[in-house]
């Protein structure tokens, strides 16, 4: 049977094929299968910008919430430090800077079989789980004893976040074409500023609990912490869909709309048969592995204002609670960047140019913190929190991922490998801090400077691959009109799709 023929009597049931009618041999994406059980409802008008701003409400707040979380545990250790942390443990030398980076070596080491997990398992139920988990990592953290049962609970807590970038990338992409993602990407990527603001109040207030406290401020803080996160992850299992069509908060109506206006992203919204060829595909895919160099570059300084960036106030002749006061401006200048390059993107496209739009002033900060003398607490503040423009271009980067990366294997491997090289970069950044280096740690801060020149590099030679390969490719594009074709759900990599376009 033809496509036409498939298509041509509206409110007729088709059986659905297995393969599409060009022969790709990944068969087809569950919204075809929900699609043509629905077509007496394709005709239907639904307001566009109402759905999405309806869906906006409904799912931007809980992916803001796991990011803010995630962020917020990973940088309590950052505000621990400096409420006694390393004192009360009795850790030496560089105990602390493994306690971080080991914290990143267990999130690597998932990365492998999450990508398993997400091509087989609901990527909201699977998020939702691990969230929990990691909530409980987190309050398990305030039972430490000394340096090794510390480490252990950090490395826990890196496996269960392994998933949270990639999840995050993979639903937010089944909501929004390409062009809407990035504003969606930074509403819950400035999760990432409001817990670097979060965390500096909270380590404030718990840094005022009495001596003759049971528990010390920061073990209280990590308890609290952690039982915030489990609540949150509980929601999320309840309340998050697995995908647009089991949304029980949208009507019949407003699905098939929303799967019309999505379909034109070439990349589908559900697959669950694993294509071990497209894993081979990505393995030889020049893009995954600028992405990925490009993403390990910007994380390196990633990893040191996670880290360290209250220990260099604090070296500027601030006490601990001054330091933790003082860094929170760092989260207002990483929301500021993040929906400056979200908003941005949306209107002007040209991913690429905002991303080096970040660095430029990412890089000052770090000539400012190199080379000003520590006397100058006006300046080298500045230069840390001029620092934190670099953490927006890494919702880019996620964005770039999912928009420009067709198959339902091949992105799922590449939204890990994306979020693998992100934990290279922050295992490698807190390494740069060396005990001998103290206080002024001159290489780490000079390590900013080196690592951010080179994402510019690599970020304007991905640019120049995808003008290049969009050049190569039939002129031909898919409109929303062949929405309720096959051919539209293929599950396709972008290399088999000639139709596929990359964005830039």
């Known amino acids: 049977m033809s496509t036409s023929d498939k298509n041509s009597t509206k409110g007729d049931h088709v059986a659905v094929d297995e393969t599409t009618p060009d022969g ?28 999405r701003r309806k869906i906006d409400w409904h799912i931007v707040p809980l992916m803001f919430l796991c990011y803010t979380l995630q962020f917020l545990d990973k940088v309590i250790l950052n505000y621990a430090n400096v409420m006694g942390l390393q004192k009360d443990l009795n850790m030496q030398g560089n105990d602390f800077s493994n306690v971080a980076t080991f914290l990143f070596v267990g999130l690597l080491c998932f990365e492998v079989p999450n990508i398993y997990f997400l091509q087989k398992v609901p990527a909201a139920k699977w998020l939702g789980l691990n969230v929990i988990l990691w909530g409980t990592a987190t ?75 049971k528990l010390a401020g920061w073990r209280t803080m990590l308890v609290v912490l952690g039982v915030i996160t489990v609540l949150v992850g509980s929601c999320v299992v309840i309340f998050l869909p697995d995908t647009p069509m089991k949304a029980s908060w949208l009507s019949d109506n407003e699905k098939v709309a929303l799967l019309k206006h999505v379909s034109v992203n070439q990349t589908g919204i559900e697959n669950r048969k694993f294509r071990a060829k497209e894993i081979v595909e990505a393995l030889m895919d020049p893009q995954l592995y600028l992405l990925l160099l490009s993403v390990i ?7 040191v204002v996670t880290t360290y960036s209250a220990t260099l106030i604090r070296n500027l002749k601030y006490d601990s609670k001054q330091s933790a006061l003082m860094n929170t401006p760092s989260g207002a200048v990483s929301i500021f960047f993040t929906l400056f390059v979200g908003f941005g993107i949306r209107l002007q496209s040209h991913r690429w140019a905002f991303i080096i ?27 840390i929190y001029l620092t934190n423009a670099v953490v927006a271009p890494l ?8 928009a420009n990366i067709g198959g339902g294997t091949k992105r799922a491997f590449a ?37 951010q020149a080179g994402c510019a590099f690599t970020t304007f030679l991905l640019f120049l691959y995808y003008v290049w390969q969009n050049k190569k490719r039939t002129s031909d594009r898919e409109t929303e009109d062949a929405f309720m074709t096959p051919d539209a759900w293929a599950n396709m990599t972008d290399k088999e799709n000639k139709k596929f376009r990359y964005a830039y």
């Open 24 to 51: 790709a041999s990944g068969g087809l994406d569950t919204a075809w299968k929900y699609l043509d059980q629905h077509r007496e409802d394709a005709g239907a008008l639904v307001d566009i910008t109402a759905l």
């Open 139 to 213: 309050a398990c953290g305030a039972a430490a004893t000394n340096y090794q049962t510390l480490l252990v609970s950090r490395i826990f807590l890196g496996i269960f976040e392994a998933t949270i970038a990639p999840s995050l990338m993979l639903i937010s992409s089944q909501w929004y074409t390409k062009s809407e993602q990035a504003p969606r990407f930074s509403f819950w990527y400035t999760g990432l500023g409001i817990g670097q603001i979060v965390g500096g109040l909270v380590s404030f207030g718990f840094q005022h609990m009495g001596p003759d406290a």
């Open 297 to 303: 570059l910007l994380s390196v300084s990633s990893g």
């Open 357 to 383: 739009a970040c660095i430029i002033p990412a890089i000052i900060g770090g000539a400012l913190m190199s080379f000003l003398p520590t006397s100058n607490r006006a300046g080298c503040l500045a230069g």
């Open 395 to 402: 919702a880019v980067f996620y964005n770039w991922t999912v």
């Open 415 to 451: 939204a890990a490998i994306i979020s693998g090289s992100f934990s290279i970069g922050n295992i490698i950044g807190p390494q740069t801090f060396q005990a001998r280096d103290a206080p002024d740690y001159r290489p780490a801060k000079l390590a900013v400077m080196g690592t």
